[in-house]
């Protein structure tokens, strides 16, 4: 069983769309997280919620909206795409001061 | 907010040739891990270096923090192909998320 899993694993869309990424851990952590690694791999964190409630909101535009229904899943959506989103959103758990566990990733490109 | 230097940014070794990736805070960590990331993969939790000094082996990986709890090494012993990837090291900030080095990518020639 996949401990974090995200989907879809690839989005192809045009630019000015709108698109949701779906992840769901069956770990039983209290805290989720959205990175986002761009084309030079650097791994940057967007959002993080702890127990349903968002705890971290990095400096990232507005039209990225996470909701998190219920501590095992956080949802990415994202309005209106731009060229500049293309990169790879990694959904990751974990327990407070333990490591992290990824989800295998969603690799979005924006024509 | 806080900040760590990892370096080198590349390392390539021919196979059996040893590798070390470091990392530098400016401030003293509470606490750092390290991650693998495959080419093409997800990053995956390696270990987590809690105390001053501590060195800690997962076969021919080697993980050590410093004294003052400021820096800390990957090194791998007699690396293999299969130990090509991306590592990471990440420290905790405040709001307790996980803020990521840039990375070491590591190529192994056989």
Known sequence: DTAVSQTPKYLVTQMGNDKSIKCEQNLGHDTMYWYKQDSKKFLKIMFSYNNKELIINETVPNRFSPKSPDKAHLNLHINSLELGDSAVYFCASSQRGRGLFFGEGSRLTVL | ?110
């Open chain 2, 1 to 110: 907010g806080q900040q760590v230097m990892q370096i080198p940014q590349y390392q390539h070794v021919q196979e059996g040739e040893d590798f070390t990736t470091y990392c530098n805070s400016s401030t003293t960590l509470s606490n750092i891990q390290w991650y693998k990331q495959r080419p093409g993969g997800h990053p995956v939790f390696l270990i987590q270096l809690v105390k001053s000094g501590e060195v800690k082996k997962q076969k021919r990986l080697t993980f050590q923090f410093g004294e003052a709890k400021k820096n800390s090494s990957l090194h791998i012993t007699a690396t293999q192909t299969t130990d090509v990837g991306t590592y990471f090291c990440a420290v905790p900030t405040n709001a307790g998320k996980s803020t990521f080095g840039d990375g070491t990518t590591l190529t192994v020639k056989p």
